[in-house]
Every structure is written in C-alpha cells, then in structure tokens.
C-alpha cells in the first residue's frame, strides 16, 4: 500500500512501521504511532490507539482506500492502493483498539519489515508520446526526474511541470510551444531541456539570470523560429551540448566564447551571414555549421564607425573596461552596462564601445574545434568572422601584414 500524512494544522512529528508477513496472501497492514510523551517507556498497545485515535474514514475502502485522524500529532494518515482484504483487517484491528478491547483479541501477526518486492518506489521516469496519454486530471509524480512530454499539441509548458523541483531532464519536443515562462528557471536540478521542433520565436533573458546559469548542460533550440538570442543567454556558463539547427538565426550572441564548458555546437541551416569575434575563444569537439548563407570575406572593403576625435563617452567606456573598473545598475544607467557588456575588442586588446572598423576575415573552423562538418557542398570547413579595430594605426597595422602575406 501508499502511505501519506496530511498535517492538520500543527507542526507534528511521526514514526510510522508498516509491515506485512511473508507468504501469508491474508495476512494484516499494522501500524503504530509513537507520539513525543510515549518515547519515555513502553505503553499498551490498546491505550495508545484509544486515546490518540480521533476518526476513521472507510467510505471508499473497497478500494483500498481509508484514512486514520490522529490526535497527536494532528495529521490524517492516508492509505491507498492497498489490499481490500488486508485494509479491512487492519481497520478492525484499529477499531477493536480503539474501543479498548484487550490486546490478545485483536487480529494481530508479528511485525516484520516489508519485502523490497512489496514496497512501491517512487516513480522518477514518464514518458508520454500521444496526447491522449496525457495526464489532464491526475498530478504528475513530484519525485519525477526525468518527464517526456511529446507529440501532445501543447501550446504552453503545463504549470505543473514547473512544479517538479527534481528534474533533471524535460524533453518538450515536437509540441507547439511559442513561449517559455520565467518559472521555468526555478527548476534547479534541470540539466537537460529539449525544446526540439516547437513555434519558439525567443529564448527568455530572465532564464538565463536563473538557476539554470549552472544547473543546465543541454539545451536543444532546434527547429523553431528564433531569429536572435538575448544578451544574457551567454550566462548559460553550465553549457556543454547546444543544437540550434533549422531556426531564422541572423546572428549568434557576441559573447558566446564565455560558453567556455560548450563542447558541442551546432547551428545548421540558419540565416548566418558571418561569426561573432568571441568565437575564436570556444574549444569545441564537434561543430555543426552547414547550410548558412556565410558571406564572403574581404578585409579590404572596412565598416568604418571610427569618430575622430573620440567622444568623452567612448573615451570613459574604453577606460572602464581595459582597467576593469567595476561598475553596475547602482552606479549607471542600465543601458550604459548593457553597452559595456558588449564591448568590442581589438586585435591589439583595447576595448571599442561605438567607434571602431569592422571587417570580415576568414577563418578555418578547425581552430576552435576538433570536428568539423563541411560548411557548403564544396568541402570547405571556413567561415568569415567578424573582426575589429579601435583605431587608423591598428587597421593599417593589420592591412600591411595581410597584403605581405598575400
């Protein structure tokens, strides 16, 4: 049988023994309850159940249902999925009790511990496919830790799921889910989340400020019809496997290369006409960049935002983040720190706010990863990455080495 407590409404504190005898297919469900007073000294059975036993619901019992009020401590003794036989017996015996009659006419076997085989192990696996399968009156088990939910035509993430604090993987795929709720970041222990072919057009900044910044190892995007994803999502540090194939990817994050635990990365079949600077710091094993509208490098045609002279802002921005002065919301308007915290970088190590050149370079995939899936159907493994320069002299620097070594 399942045992439960529902407190009513004091704080209360229970031992319970249940136990059944081997091989007997009659034999009794026995409890006892030990209250803080008869800790002291062994007491009768009889006065115990007497005295402490309140009520007794048996309304559904041929169900293998009951429950047993107690005094003390205040709680409601819930008994399901039990033996309608043994309940019954059980129940006598409580009654007999709690009457007062002598312990020797009560309908008692000796207590033993149960059986592994006879206990019922709290579920931590379901896996549901068709949408008829799907749970719409029963809760799901809060022991879960692993909940596959898929082929349902959700439209949203169930707010029960969200309840589930032991998740550890939540595969959602091929749902119609458009939107993710903040909540979905207090799920603390979630390391693996499939969101595989779904109607998402955004990935939330709040989650990545959640619990799920170290907790969460697998993210899988892909299929839906993300065009960019948020600032923040580079605070997903915990990232090892990230799939974001058959999306409306026009960019990915700037500052992707603090993915510094991504190993596996794949962004097929996107709308990418070129990669961030910051991704040359990533150390992958497997990359997956085929089918992107790359364009084609020329590092002799410049974007040129440089401000001559620099303005008094651009001069404190770069200032602030070569030096790595501390700064925050308490000591700036939220749109400067946003602006810091996508900085560019020179090749020579300065910091460029809104005054640089920008150019596109090639680069051979093989530096930043170990495999390498060709990027077009010629067999090449390059892609243009964008590139900047905080000043005339760094450009023209760049400029002499490049047209030497060509």
Do not use: W
């Not at 007794?56 to 169900?63: A, G, K, N, P, S």
């Not at 993915?259 to 990418?272: E, G, Y």
Request: net charge positive; glycine share 6%.
């Amino acid at each position: 049988p399942t045992c439960g407590l529902r407190g009513r409404g004091r704080a209360a504190r229970a031992l319970l023994s249940l136990g059944r005898p081997p091989g007997a297919a009659g034999a009794g469900i026995y409890l006892m309850v030990c209250t803080a007073r008869d800790r002291g000294g062994a007491r009768p059975l009889c006065p115990q159940v007497q005295q402490n036993v309140e009520r007794l619901f048996t309304r559904f019992v041929e169900e293998g249902k009951a429950t047993v009020r107690l005094r003390e401590p205040a709680v409601d003794l819930c008994l399901s999925k039990a033996n309608v036989t043994n309940l019954k017996t059980f129940l006598s015996a409580v009654r007999l009790a709690h009457q007062g009659s002598d312990t020797g006419v009560l309908p008692l076997s000796p207590l033993v511990p149960a059986k592994n085989s006879d206990v019922e192990k709290p579920k931590t696996k379901m896996i549901i496919t068709s949408r008829r399968d799907y749970p719409l009156t029963k809760s799901f088990p809060f022991s879960l830790e692993h909940l596959q939910t898929s082929y349902c035509k959700l439209a949203r993430i169930d707010t029960r799921v969200l309840c589930l604090k032991k998740l550890r993987k939540l595969d959602l795929s091929h749902n119609h889910i458009k939107q993710l709720p903040a909540t979905l970041g207090d799920l603390v222990c979630l390391q693996e989340l499939d969101l595989h072919d779904n109607h998402l057009e955004a990935f939330s900044g709040a989650l990545c400020s959640s619990s799920l910044q170290k907790s969460l190892q697998f993210l899988d995007l892909s299929q839906n019809q993300i065009q960019a994803l948020p600032i923040e999502f580079c605070q997903l540090r915990g990232l090892v496997q990230l799939r974001l194939d058959d999306n409306a990817l026009l960019r990915l994050p700037c500052r992707i290369g603090q993915l510094s635990h991504l190993r596996f990365l794949s962004a097929a079949r996107n709308k990418l006409p070129f990669l961030p600077s910051d991704f040359r710091k990533l150390c992958l094993e497997n990359l997956d960049l085929f089918g992107n509208p790359f364009e084609q490098p020329n590092p002799l045609v410049p974007n040129i935002q440089l401000k001559i002279p620099l303005t008094l802002l651009e001069c404190a921005a770069r200032a602030t983040v070569n030096h790595r002065i501390p700064y925050g919301c308490h000591l700036l308007p939220s749109h400067l720190c946003k602006d810091l915290e996508v900085a560019k970088t020179c090749r020579c190590g300065s910091a460029c706010l809104s005054s640089f050149i920008q150019i596109t370079m090639t680069m051979n995939l093989h530096h930043v990863a170990h495999t390498v899936v060709l990027v077009d159907n010629m067999g090449g493994t390059e892609a243009p990455i964008l590139c900047y320069f905080c000043s005339l002299d760094c450009y023209s620097q760049f400029l002499d080495r490049h047209l030497q070594s060509n």
